[in-house]
């Protein structure tokens, strides 16, 4: 995964990490799995953050976080239709 992720980013949170390596993913038959790790770490931090303090700024980018991951969830899942009918 770190070959997909710039330098900048190998810095960031495990969560932003995967969901940057699900919207670099270019493999459709790989989206799917990428969107679904990120997901599930995205929600993982968002239950972290109850007994945790963070930042208001860190839930905004958790709520973008998991709204891009849903459109490119949908995009993927019209994407793979796509494929199955060729």
Do not use: Y
Request: glycine letters at 2%; proline letters at 3%; charged letters at 30%.
């Amino acid at each position: 995964m770190s070959h997909i992720i710039s330098d900048d980013a190998a810095h960031a949170p495990q969560w932003k990490q995967l969901c940057l390596a699900a919207m670099a993913e270019l493999d459709p038959t790989k989206l799917p799995q990428r969107i679904d790790e990120a997901r599930s770490a995205v929600l993982d931090r968002v239950e972290d953050r109850f007994s945790t303090k963070s930042s208001d700024g860190e839930q905004f980018e958790l709520r973008n976080a998991l709204e891009a991951l849903s459109v490119l969830r949908k995009f993927a899942q019209s994407e793979i239709g796509l494929l199955c009918r060729a």
